[in-house]
């Protein structure tokens, strides 16, 4: 699936966004995703969104076990874009983030909303915030990897930390980019 991923904005640093691009590229060729969804956030988001179910009782974080989408609130997505090969079935729309109660949030499993998909995040606002993020489930035979990076900039964009992926998988993924 070759494809430009992310829509750059006045308020977005082209290298961030390039790199981006990169990534979500070399996903999608070296684990040969049939379809995949990219959800630009409005601003920086952080390492808390990673494996975030929502809130039970309305005040506790919980993280479970069986992967969920993350619950941003709809109103922080700018954009939804979705991709798939010639060889998959056109998938019906749907938006990803809908607004519901938080509990709700706690049962939209990855595995079933997305069970044929890849989901990458990433943030927006990148130029004046010089802080990015990238935040994927990356379908894989095993199922969806989970993992979050985040980048910040001072003369030029730098990773200053990941989880659920290392640094030289992470280099290994840019890398498959053709």
């Given at each position: 699936?070759?494809?430009?991923?992310?829509?750059?904005?006045?308020?977005?640093?082209?290298?961030?966004v390039?790199?981006?691009?990169?990534?979500?590229?070399?996903?999608?060729?070296?684990?040969?995703?049939?379809?995949?969804?990219?959800?630009?956030?409005?601003?920086?988001?952080?390492?808390?969104?990673?494996?975030?179910?929502?809130?039970?009782?309305?005040?506790?974080?919980?993280?479970?076990?069986?992967?969920?989408?993350?619950?941003?609130?709809?109103?922080?997505?700018?954009?939804?874009?979705?991709?798939?090969?010639?060889?998959?079935?056109?998938?019906?729309?749907?938006?990803?983030?809908?607004?519901?109660?938080?509990?709700?949030?706690?049962?939209?499993?990855?595995?079933?909303?997305?069970?044929?998909?890849?989901?990458?995040?990433?943030?927006?606002?990148?130029?004046?915030?010089?802080?990015?993020?990238?935040?994927?489930?990356v379908?894989?035979?095993?199922?969806?990897w989970?993992?979050?990076?985040?980048?910040?900039?001072?003369?030029?964009?730098?990773?200053?930390?990941?989880?659920?992926?290392?640094?030289?998988?992470?280099?290994?993924?840019?890398?498959?980019?053709?």
């Amino acid at each position: 699936m070759t494809a430009t991923y992310t829509k750059a904005e006045a308020f977005d640093d082209p290298e961030f966004v390039a790199w981006v691009e990169r990534v979500i590229a070399g996903a999608e060729s070296r684990f040969e995703t049939d379809q995949s969804y990219v959800i630009k956030i409005d601003n920086w988001f952080g390492q808390r969104w990673f494996r975030f179910s929502g809130k039970a009782q309305g005040a506790f974080g919980v993280c479970q076990r069986r992967l969920t989408l993350p619950p941003f609130v709809p109103s922080r997505v700018m954009s939804q874009r979705r991709f798939f090969s010639e060889e998959a079935p056109p998938p019906t729309r749907q938006r990803l983030h809908v607004r519901q109660r938080s509990g709700e949030n706690l049962q939209r499993y990855a595995d079933i909303v997305v069970h044929d998909a890849s989901v990458f995040w990433y943030s927006g606002n990148t130029r004046k915030n010089a802080r990015g993020s990238l935040m994927a489930y990356v379908l894989t035979s095993d199922g969806h990897w989970p993992w979050h990076v985040g980048l910040r900039k001072t003369e030029s964009w730098h990773v200053a930390e990941t989880l659920g992926i290392s640094r030289s998988e992470l280099d290994d993924v840019e890398k498959s980019a053709t």
